[in-house]
Nanobody, 121 residues
Framework: VQLQASGGGLVQAGGSLRLSCAAS????????MRWYRQAPGTQREYVAA???????NYAASVKGRFTISRDNAKDTVYLQMNSLKPEDTAVYYC????????????????WGQGTLVTVSS
């Protein structure tokens, strides 16, 4: 299984970016998908999550500005980021809980490689 994140870049404060993360490989069941971020010198922090049924959850710091969504047909999760602030600057990582085959009793967590978002003031 691979998770490929994309969509990062440089944007001015107040601008928008849309991140994508596509899962590929042996996937029997793609469960909850999540976004995390890690700014330089800080610990990785949770940003948002979406279940296979579409239930969403957000960190307080991004609620109202970021929207997580997914396309189950494409095994892809998105993060629409609006009203970006300099403090949103970080490497953004996607993660997903996946059952690779029908024989797997539980899901395993997989991580993407990260995509850099830089917000200038």
């Amino acid at each position: 299984v691979q998770l490929q994140a994309s969509g990062g870049g440089l944007v001015q404060a107040g601008g928008s970016l849309r991140l994508s993360c596509a899962a590929s490989g042996s996937i029997f069941d793609l469960n909850t998908m999540r976004w995390y971020r890690q700014a330089p010198g800080t610990q990785r922090e949770y940003v948002a999550a979406i279940t296979s049924g579409g239930t969403t959850n957000y960190a307080a710091s991004v609620k109202g500005r970021f929207t997580i969504s997914r396309d189950n047909a494409k095994d892809t999760v998105y993060l629409q980021m609006n009203s970006l602030k300099p403090e949103d600057t970080a490497v953004y990582y996607c993660a997903a809980d996946i059952r690779e085959t029908i024989l797997d009793a539980t899901t395993h967590e997989f991580w993407g490689q990260g995509t850099l978002v830089t917000v200038s003031s």
